[in-house]
Each structure stands twice: as C-alpha cells, then as structure tokens.
C-alpha cells in the first residue's frame, strides 16, 4: 500500500469512527431528552388488577420511577383490557387525538391486533428504548399470536397455560386433555376450568383444541379461512362429556385461575388452572397452596405467548410511558418480576446463570380471531 493510499484508508476509518461516536451520542441524546421530558408525567397504565402480588409489584415499580426518574406511575386496575380497546376507539371517533386518558396499555393477542388495526398504537418506538439491547431475541418477542409487532409494543414477560396440582391428593396428574377427562369421570365434581370468556378459560379451549382436533395447523390461520364447525367438533365433543362429570355439572365454572386456586386449596378441585409457569411456587410462596403444590404442564407443550406494553396514539405522557416500559424491561426489575416470592413471572430479558426461571415446552397460540370465535361459540353453547 502507498502512502498515499494508506492516508486515505486511515482518513476514511477515522471518519467512520466519528460517524459512530456521532450517532450514538445522538441516540444518549435522544433518550436523554426523552427522559428529560419525562420528568414530573403522570403515566396511566391499564393493566389487569385481578391479581394482589401483580398489583403489588406495580406499586414497588411505582415508586422506583418516581425516585430515579420523577415519572408517577399509576395502575388503573381493568377487569378486561378490551374495555381500555374500546375507550380508545371511542376518544378516536371523537376526534380525541392528544391528552388522551390512557398512556400505557398491557396487551398482547386480540387487543394488540385490534388497535394496531384501528391505528390506536404511538410508534414504533420498541428500538428507541435501551433495554431492547438485552432483551432475549430467541423468545418470539417481535410476533404477537402470530401479528408482527413492528416495534408498537415492548416485551414484558413470558405466559404459559398450566396447571397445579396438590401431590398429596393427586399424585400422578394427567397429561393430556384426554387424561384430564378420564380424571373427571374417575372422579366426577373435581375437575372444572374458568368460565370463557375469561382469559384463562379461552386459553383452556385453544389448547385443548390444538391436541383433539385433526387440523391443528388451521388454528395458525385466520379463522374465516377455515371450516370452523368442522375443525372444532371435537371440542364440543369433548366437553359436553366434561361438563356432564364436572365441578357443579357444568352448570357453573370458576370466574378465573385465583378462584380454581383457592378451590385446589379447599379440596374442591384437583387441578387449578394458571399462565404462569411459577404460579404454583408463588402460590406457595403468598400461603395460597400448600407447600405440595407442583404446576405441570401436557405432553404437547404449555400454551405460551408473550405479553407486552404498549402506548396509545393519543397518549399525553408518551415520554413518561417509555420511561416506564423501559424500566419495566430492566434487569434490576425483570429479576424482581420473576421472583416467585414477588410475582413469578418469566423474564423476557437475559439475566445472569444464577437466576432461577421455570418455563415448559412451548405450544405456540393460534392466530388472534380465534379467540373471539371459540368464546362466541362457547356462550352459545353453554353459556348461561
């Protein structure tokens, strides 16, 4: 190499160099000001409130916020984040477009797709947040049941449909929904699931579904693009032979995984129903179950997704609420998340060897129509 030559190679590295040192101090300038805007927001999160040490972990995560970043975190408890859905879609109808009532949402399925359809999502902003860096990539954390998140909503954890069963009183659990039957008919009034369209409960007819179907890649379709009557016969099958043996003859099902719990604990249930791999350690752990309490999963796999943060369009404290997702994603808040004394819930990010974090072999979810089909089909059925 000549001289010549030689300058203008270490000229152009040297300019590489400065183009980078320029773009990533401009990105720790962005999120700076980012942070800086966030400063003395008040973020509304709609969040689920039907759980105590969830809804505790919000208010430890409340208070992190306000003391390092002076962003005030507030839970607004919702029963069914489709109600924050259908607000939001009423403020855009309206013309509602800033200083909306809502600055964060957890979602994942069927909601997400809805409002990224109805252009009810700010972003993306996903890649803007720093701790998308230590983010797991191997989870599925950019598809949302099979919905390309497309940086509009941030990864919070990992959810598994299981079950819990007391050893003492159920030493060997079935695994399948096959033996899950068997066991009902061996012992008729003990066995039951939350009624749909409870979270729980729609998860317990998608799985089933997927193992007694003949068709189970039609549920990674859209449901209008299959025979539905023909690919969910077997399920009606199924339970109209469960229902006839089960807790109070089908005539009534659990409201949702807390109370199958304390039916477990009461001696009124032999399986309890939660998603969360961790759930029957945490259980424990909060004196819900007794120290035999063991979760378990089916052969075919626990039915996994995960669940997300997002922020709505119109949402007046964007700054506060990626502050909020961010740290939400931390490593510092993510160890605490999956502490079974805490929460127990499955990191989405990598944390070091020594962590402890429980998860089954993966079933991926169906394709989000199929939720709102499989419980329209149920009421009609069943519901009472």
């Given at each position: 190499?000549?001289?010549?030559?030689?300058?203008?190679a270490?000229?152009?590295?040297?300019?590489?160099?400065?183009?980078?040192?320029?773009?990533?101090?401009?990105?720790?300038?962005?999120?700076?000001?980012?942070?800086?805007?966030?400063?003395?927001?008040?973020?509304y999160?709609n969040?689920?409130?039907?759980?105590?040490?969830?809804?505790?972990?919000l208010?430890?995560?409340s208070?992190?916020?306000?003391?390092?970043?002076?962003?005030?975190?507030?839970?607004v408890?919702?029963?069914?984040i489709?109600?924050?859905?259908?607000?939001?879609?009423?403020?855009?109808?309206?013309g509602?477009?800033?200083?909306?009532?809502?600055?964060?949402?957890?979602?994942?399925?069927?909601?997400?797709?809805?409002?990224?359809e109805?252009?009810?999502?700010?972003?993306?902003?996903?890649?803007?947040?720093?701790n998308?860096?230590?983010?797991?990539?191997s989870?599925?954390?950019?598809?949302?049941?099979?919905?390309?998140?497309?940086?509009?909503?941030?990864?919070?954890?990992?959810?598994?449909?299981?079950?819990?069963?007391?050893?003492?009183?159920?030493?060997?659990?079935?695994?399948?929904?096959?033996?899950?039957?068997?066991?009902?008919?061996?012992?008729?009034?003990?066995?039951?699931?939350?009624?749909?369209?409870?979270?729980?409960?729609?998860?317990?007819?998608?799985?089933?579904?997927?193992?007694?179907?003949g068709?189970?890649?039609?549920?990674?379709?859209?449901?209008?693009?299959?025979d539905?009557d023909?690919?969910?016969?077997?399920?009606?099958?199924?339970?109209?032979?469960?229902?006839?043996?089960?807790?109070?003859?089908?005539?009534?099902?659990?409201?949702?995984?807390?109370?199958?719990?304390?039916?477990?604990?009461?001696?009124?249930?032999?399986?309890?129903?939660?998603?969360?791999?961790?759930?029957?350690?945490?259980?424990?752990?909060?004196?819900?179950?007794?120290?035999?309490?063991?979760?378990?999963?089916?052969?075919?796999?626990?039915?996994?997704?995960?669940?997300?943060?997002?922020?709505?369009?119109?949402?007046?404290?964007?700054?506060?609420?990626m502050?909020?997702?961010?740290f939400?994603?931390?490593?510092?808040?993510?160890?605490?998340?999956a502490?079974?004394?805490?929460?127990?819930?499955?990191?989405?990010?990598?944390?070091?060897?020594?962590?402890?974090?429980?998860?089954?072999?993966?079933q991926?979810?169906?394709?989000?129509?199929?939720?709102?089909a499989?419980?329209r089909a149920?009421?009609k059925?069943y519901?009472q």
């Amino acid at each position: 190499m000549t001289m010549k030559h030689w300058i203008a190679a270490l000229t152009l590295a040297i300019a590489s160099t400065a183009s980078f040192t320029a773009s990533a101090s401009a990105e720790n300038n962005s999120w700076e000001r980012i942070e800086q805007q966030a400063k003395g927001q008040t973020v509304y999160f709609n969040a689920w409130g039907g759980n105590q040490e969830i809804n505790a972990y919000l208010r430890w995560a409340s208070r992190e916020l306000q003391r390092d970043y002076g962003v005030t975190l507030k839970h607004v408890k919702v029963a069914d984040i489709a109600e924050t859905v259908n607000r939001l879609l009423a403020e855009k109808t309206a013309g509602k477009d800033s200083g909306g009532s809502v600055d964060m949402v957890w979602i994942n399925g069927e909601n997400f797709k809805s409002m990224k359809e109805n252009d009810l999502l700010y972003g993306p902003f996903v890649s803007t947040l720093p701790n998308w860096e230590i983010v797991d990539k191997s989870l599925p954390v950019e598809e949302d049941f099979t919905e390309p998140t497309d940086g509009l909503e941030a990864p919070w954890g990992v959810g598994q449909l299981v079950f819990i069963h007391d050893q003492k009183t159920l030493a060997n659990p079935p695994r399948s929904f096959a033996e899950l039957l068997d066991l009902a008919k061996a012992f008729p009034g003990r066995i039951s699931y939350p009624k749909p369209p409870e979270f729980h409960g729609t998860s317990f007819l998608k799985a089933a579904l997927l193992e007694l179907t003949g068709s189970p890649e039609a549920l990674y379709l859209p449901v209008d693009e299959v025979d539905f009557d023909t690919v969910t016969a077997p399920l009606w099958r199924y339970l109209d032979q469960l229902h006839q043996v089960a807790w109070r003859e089908g005539a009534q099902f659990p409201s949702g995984s807390a109370e199958t719990i304390q039916l477990l604990d009461d001696g009124e249930l032999l399986v309890a129903i939660a998603f969360n791999p961790n759930a029957a350690k945490a259980a424990v752990a909060s004196g819900k179950l007794a120290p035999s309490a063991r979760a378990f999963a089916f052969d075919q796999g626990a039915l996994s997704n995960i669940h997300f943060m997002a922020i709505p369009y119109n949402a007046n404290a964007k700054a506060g609420a990626m502050v909020a997702i961010n740290f939400l994603m931390s490593e510092k808040a993510q160890l605490r998340k999956a502490d079974t004394q805490v929460w127990g819930d499955p990191p989405v990010v990598k944390l070091p060897d020594t962590a402890e974090v429980s998860r089954f072999n993966t079933q991926p979810e169906p394709h989000p129509s199929w939720q709102t089909a499989l419980e329209r089909a149920w009421l009609k059925r069943y519901g009472q």
